[in-house]
């Protein structure tokens, strides 16, 4: 090879900094290849775990149907509390027919429930207070009353008592304490009514 030509390959090699640029360039892209991954990992975990909570403990659910207005509206997204105490007033989700309903505890185990022929509902003997319930209705009612709830079960009705379909009927009945989801205790929607649910 000639002097000229050795020069001119000589010449035509990369430099030390261009080569310290592509080398900073290499470790950029991998560095960049691997917080990606990282990221998407530790996103996919904090998804992952945010289901399950919700799922175990604090289902989100969506209202369908208006047997709870002017409490709950249809489209609405309600929270649950995963819990099993529950006392006359609580609203509550529960498994019915392979759907999940809400209706409101009215009474527990061991509690005597009657209901006039104009709506008034007794508990144990004594009226009971209904502020969220605008228009009192005996609605479909078959079931003997006064009547007692059974052990391990509730009693619930609608808040919009006419067109409630609930344990004053036959074909529901008491609810079983191992088909309950949980009390509902908060909306988050619609923006604009936010708020714990009475």
């Known amino acids: 090879m000639k002097k000229a030509e050795l020069k001119k390959s000589i010449n035509e090699l990369p430099s030390a900094k261009q080569l310290e640029q592509e080398l900073n360039s290499v470790r950029y892209r991998r560095n960049f290849v691997k917080i990606l991954g990282n990221t998407v990992a530790s996103l996919l975990v904090v998804a992952a775990a945010a289901t399950l909570i919700a799922m175990l403990f604090l289902p989100f659910l969506r209202v369908t149907g208006s047997s709870m207005t002017p409490t709950l509206y249809n489209d609405e997204m309600i929270v649950c509390s995963k819990r099993s105490n529950f006392k006359s007033g609580d609203v509550v989700a529960f498994y019915y027919n392979n759907k999940i309903l809400l209706k409101r505890v009215i009474g527990t185990s061991g509690d005597f429930i009657n209901i006039t022929e104009d709506g008034t509902v007794y508990l144990n003997g004594e009226i009971l207070d209904e502020p969220y319930v605008e228009d009192k209705a005996l609605g479909e009612c078959d079931i003997p009353l006064p009547y007692q709830v059974p052990d391990n079960r509730i009693f619930v009705m609608g808040d919009h008592r006419s067109v409630s379909v609930d344990s004053r009927s036959v074909s529901v009945g008491c609810i079983a304490d191992e088909y309950v989801i949980g009390k ?15």
């Not at 604009?192 to 009475?198: L, M, P, S």
């Open 184 to 198: 509902v205790i908060f909306r988050i929607w619609p923006p604009e009514k936010i708020g714990t649910v009475q």
